[in-house]
């Protein structure tokens, strides 16, 4: 399928990132030969990260020289953004630098509980149930604590690195966390991702069917689309899939950002 020049990946990783050496320029470039009028990335912010061992904070004087750089060279709207590691204990410092510089889209994440990254092996060796549960009660705790974001981006992040695959029934377990979750979402109107590395993981996109019908269900509407890509390969894959995924439930728009403002965007 091919997707609208109207839709802008929402979550997109640059050399900016530890994780990624994909120079923001080749991602312009990229975006701009696919016709697109806008192109974001969304780099990691991390206090304390457990899967680095170190703090991973984006060099935002760099990032904003060479955006203004860029501007200058490339006829599309550079927009910037950022993705938020939540951490209780530091809240405070995240709140600060988040206030510091301006931003068109702040994603908020949950990657580790202070002790484990969600993706560690060490984490997983424990049954589903703890798991699940610890992990899901983190992201509640996230998106209630935190005010300064607008996106949750995937969703049930940490199924990527279970050792078994997660069942329908495994998600029935945190229906109590996961009912309060998605409310607090849809009451702070913050936007739920459709992030598409699942489908290349474990094979279904963030979140689980089973999380975005719960959501429908309680009266949410926004998604956003975003592919989690570090690399430009990765850029916009499985939006096609994502594309009918919305349309299955009815959904025929999606949210994106500029200067942190929601704007509505046909998926066709």
Known sequence: MQVSKEIVDQHVHSAYSPDSSELLADIVRHAQSLGKKAVVTT???????????????????????????????????IHKGIEVGYRKDYIGPINDYLQQYSFDL???????????????????QQPIEHILDNYFSHVREAVDVMDNYDVVAHLDYVVRYTKTNVRMEDYERCRLILYDLLKTIIRKDKVLELNTTGLFRQGWIHPHSYLIEMYLDLGGKWFSLGSDAHSLSNYEQGFGQAIELLESYGIREIVQFHKRVPQLVPIK
């Open 43 to 77: 780099d990691h912010f991390d206090y304390d990260c457990k899967y680095f061992k170190k703090d991973v904070l984006i060099d935002m004087p760099s990032y904003e020289q060479e955006i203004a750089k860029l501007r200058g060279q490339y006829d599309i709207d």
């Open 106 to 124: 702040v994603l908020l994440s949950v990657h580790n509980n202070g002790v484990h990254d969600f993706a560690e092996d060490t984490f997983h």
